[in-house]
């Protein structure tokens, strides 16, 4: 059982900056996709970005050019910049053994999250 655990959320006013972070624990964590989604109250699971073991990237279209996902060995990364009031949400780490993808439901691990509040 691969356990993933968020940190680094937090208040921020537009324009600013987070970097997220998720610590992987398990064996086999190092092959597998992981990917970043996010969900406001109300709202359905969305896809943020993903990255698999050979650092090939995908963003949704709303976060290219302001957010960077990366990994380390056990760790998966998310670089926010210039954070919009439309960016607020609860964001989790995910992971899967399959290839890259933005499909939330193809992922077999998740996190609890970690909440990102952007005010204007």
């Known amino acids: 059982q691969v356990q993933l655990k968020e940190s680094g959320g937090g208040s921020v006013q537009a324009g600013g900056s987070l970097k997220l972070s998720c610590v992987a624990t398990?064996?086999?964590?190092?092959?597998?996709?992981m990917g970043w989604f996010r969900q406001s109250p109300g709202k359905e699971r969305e896809a943020v970005a993903a990255?698999?073991?050979?650092?090939s990237t995908e963003y949704v279209d709303s976060v290219k050019g302001r957010f960077t996902i990366s990994r380390g060995k056990n760790a998966l990364y998310l670089e926010m910049n210039s954070l919009q009031p439309e960016d607020t949400a609860m964001y989790y780490c995910?992971?899967?053994?399959?290839?890259?993808?933005?499909?939330?439901?193809?992922?077999?691990?998740w996190g609890l999250g970690t909440q990102v509040t952007v005010s204007s």
């Open positions: 995910a992971a899967r053994s399959g290839p890259l993808s933005l499909v939330k439901t193809v992922y077999d691990y």
């Open positions: 398990g064996t086999a964590v190092g092959s597998n996709c």
């Open positions: 990255i698999d073991r050979y650092h």
